[in-house]
């Protein structure tokens, strides 16, 4: 049953839908225990692939997801949505290998897909709306002629998985769930993170309005891109913050890896990186403002007292006068 | 306000061809005091707007670029967003009041090359869902009304205006150098003329330059004839290394920087903000009394001269200022301070909302 294969790999399209009002699936207590695991395996980072065989497993699979959405819905953590995005968009882009699947999904996105001469374009709207943001992806650095953006295998999945991960990423709210739910909620609050880890001692205003806006991200638990990670960690580094207390920040990310994270900061302590300039953040289409100080390293050292935080320019222009006044 | 510069705007809008996309979808503003002192109007049709126009005439009015289920509700997300336009605001500062006019030129060869090489080009679209507009003041917009544009949000937008700005663009690495097997030599390999985007205009404005002002990229092409022809051939063919000038690439550089387009307004987020007013295409600008005409034809256009209202004679004035020399309605005007002279109304209006006459 091939419809029911598609279904399982990838339920949140119509044939999966189509399959759970056919048979009249309901939603017991063992398709919510089901739910609660699914979502506790994208917690761990990885998820876990369907190793489903029989057809009644299949469609508890399927059934499985259902709930888990509809449990995600009714708790409305944006903690718990993120990591549920990030890892089951891996699994079933990982999944994807046939042409007929890749198309299908496609269709469902309303990607738009151009083949000529065995290679692969989309539509620049399409490409915009699904290529992820980091900095081999901006339009600037692809071959594009008449609305059409180049790209290859690899890249048409990794577009896919994102916009499965943007599709997940939505979740619309349940009010009123069965007992069940409300039972599986109070299981997996408990293993949410108790203290909620991104408290920083570094103040709003403190930091320039790149950083700042990366870390409103990071703290809404976005996915971050790599360049985005970079930058972060490198300024981070830069201002004297120690290691575990940057990666506790980075545990926001909804496909935290305490491993990798605690290598990559090491490794820019290591090679004693620098932030990377204004232009440069400029490049990675970062900057948001017209700060004019070269390195956002340079937003605190404008002020004469690093405790202080920074100065406005007025009294800046204070501190000016005062000094002419003495001589 | 000047009870005649109203009289002025009235009489326009009675048969102004007002040209709106689905006006029931749009949010309305207008303004007196400022562009816009009261948004959240909706109209039913272009003739309920026009009457509303010819009633109340306000000096600024302007329409969302986005198209709503609601166009009235407040906040914004109870609007209904459905879409938008995509927008372009290409202008120009300059020092002085009417230094600005003298440059207007610039902003409409910027205003071709978006439409030409990014719009049309680059991005696909069809030339009839694209709108230009002069702003009635200091540059243009272009309206952009391409189906599948109009669902982007900010961010894809963003990526947009980035590309015609040609943020992150490094021509260098358009090159890459190759080895020639038994020489000693590398062979420069880098984009050919007839390529797309950002490396096919390079390969041509290259070859413009090179033809047209050799001097400026280095003397040996200005003397002689032979190394132009030379270089020149063998980029059409992609080998940029038929030249013995040397550090060609560093010397290419002000070239590459004049591609992107330098007057596309990003500051105030024009492009990128989804629930932006802008001045109604064919509306007044109640700052200068132009015409926000829609442009049929770019080549021909000029904005001081198709964008007045129409004459109905003369009226007298008194400058308060010197106005420099300016070209406006095929005439060149210059005025002096104190001086009282009696000009055609239409331009009587510029004028006076400059705040450099006033009626006697």
Sequence with gaps: MNDLDFAVKFPFTEQAKDIIKELGVELNEMTVSKAVERIKSCLGGNGKKSIALHESEKIQEIASYAAARILLGYMQNRYLTNKFAVAESKIMASLLDKQEEINGLEEFFKIKKIEEENKIYLSLPSFLKFAPKSIEYKIINRQLKKGKVLINHREEIRIIEEAIRKYLEKIPRVTNPSQSIKNAETELKELLPKIEPQKMSLQPGDNPPCIEKIMERLVKHENLSHQERFFLGTYLVNRGMKLEKIVSLYENLPDFDERITTYQIEHIIKRGYVAPSCSKILSYGLCCADCRIGNPLNWRSKSPSKAEGPLNWKSRKQDKKESGDNE | ?360
């Design chain 2, 1 to 360: 306000m000047n009870e005649f510069i109203i009289e002025k705007f009235r009489e326009y809008y009675k048969n102004a061809d007002l040209d709106i996309l689905k006006p029931e979808e749009r949010e309305f503003g207008i303004g007196n005091k400022k562009k816009i002192d009261a948004r959240h109007l909706s109209f039913n049709s272009i003739d309920e707007f026009r009457l509303y126009l010819v009633s109340n005439t306000p000096l600024f009015t302007s329409h969302s670029t986005a198209y709503y289920r609601y166009p009235n509700e407040t906040p914004i997300e109870r609007k209904g967003w459905k879409g938008a336009d995509l927008v372009f605001d290409l202008d120009l500062h300059a020092d002085g009041k009417y230094e600005v006019y003298k440059k207007l030129e610039n902003v409409k060869e910027d205003a071709i090359r978006l439409i030409e090489e990014f719009l049309i080009a680059d991005f696909g679209i069809n030339k009839k869902n694209i709108l230009l507009v002069f702003s009635g003041n200091r540059g243009y917009h272009i309206h952009v009304r391409e189906e599948e544009f109009l669902e982007l949000r900010s961010d894809e937008r963003k990526e947009i205006v980035d590309y015609v700005q040609g943020t992150g663009l490094d021509y260098r690495n358009f090159f890459t150098r190759e080895e020639i097997p038994g020489k000693k030599v590398e062979k420069l390999k880098g984009p050919k003329p007839n390529e797309d985007g950002y490396r096919g205009r390079f390969a041509r404005a290259v070859i413009k330059k090179i033809t047209n002002d050799p001097g400026s990229i280095s003397r040996i092409f200005k003397n002689e004839e032979s190394q132009r022809e030379i270089f020149t051939k063998g980029i059409e063919g992609g080998n940029w290394s038929k030249t013995r000038v040397e550090k060609i690439i560093e010397r290419l550089e002000i070239i590459a920087k004049d591609l992107p387009l330098k007057s596309v307004e990003t500051d105030t987020g024009v492009t990128q903000d989804i629930s932006k007013l802008i001045r109604v295409p064919n509306s007044i600008h109640g700052e200068t009394g132009l015409i926000a005409k829609v442009v049929k034809n770019i080549d021909s256009f000029d904005p001081l001269r198709d964008s007045l209202l129409k004459s109905n004679g003369e009226i007298k004035v008194r400058f308060n200022e010197d106005v420099p020399e300016l070209e406006m309605g095929a005439e060149t005007l210059s005025f002096k301070k104190d001086e009282i002279k009696e000009i055609k109304d239409s331009v009587a209006i510029f004028f006076i909302l400059k705040g450099s006459a006033t009626i006697i």
